[in-house]
C-alpha cells in the first residue's frame, strides 16, 4: 500500500529507473542523437505541453508533440552540415533528480514515473536555464526500458524564449 503517495516498489525496479533517465540525460549531453532515439517505442512520442492542464496533446497547442518520425526529422535536420542555427554550436548539461515510481505493472513491467530537471543550454555566448517536471511512461524490454511517452512540463512554460529551442529538454 503507497504511503503518502508514494508507490511501494522494489529497490531494484527504482535502481534501473533512476539509470536509465541518467543515461538518457548523458545521452542528450553527449548528442548521441541515434541512441537517444533509439531508447524510445515505436509508437514512443515527446511531448512539452503548453499548458500544465493538458492532459492530451492531440488537436492542441504543444511547444512540442513529436513521434519517432518527427524526431529522427529534427534529429536530420539539426546535423545537417548547413543547419546554420547549429554552426555556432551548443553544449548542454542535464540533472535528473526526485525519480518517483508513479505507478507499475507487474505482469509487462511497464512503469509510470515523475522526476525533476534542471538544464542549462549554453550556445552563442549565452546559457539559458530550463528546469520542469518529467512524467515517464516506460515499457520494459529485455535490456531495461524503451520511452513509450515522455511528457516534460517546463516551469517557465509562458514565459519568453529568445530562440527557438533545436534540442530537447
Sequence with gaps: MPKDNVLETSADTQRAVEQFLYSQAEILDE?????????????????MPADPEQTTGERLPN?????????????????????HSQMAGHRTSHTVSNVIIQSEDEASGGVVCTSRFHMVEYRLDDQRYFGGKYTHTLKKNEDGYNIQLQRVDIANVEGPFDFVMQVWL
Aim: net charge positive.
Design 31 to 47: 548528442r548521441r542523437w541515434a541512441d537517444w532515439l533509439g531508447l524510445f517505442t515505436d509508437d514512443g512520442k515527446y511531448w
Design 63 to 83: 511547444i512540442f508533440y513529436e513521434d519517432v518520425y518527427l524526431m529522427d526529422m529534427r534529429i536530420r535536420r539539426v546535423k545537417h552540415p548547413y543547419a
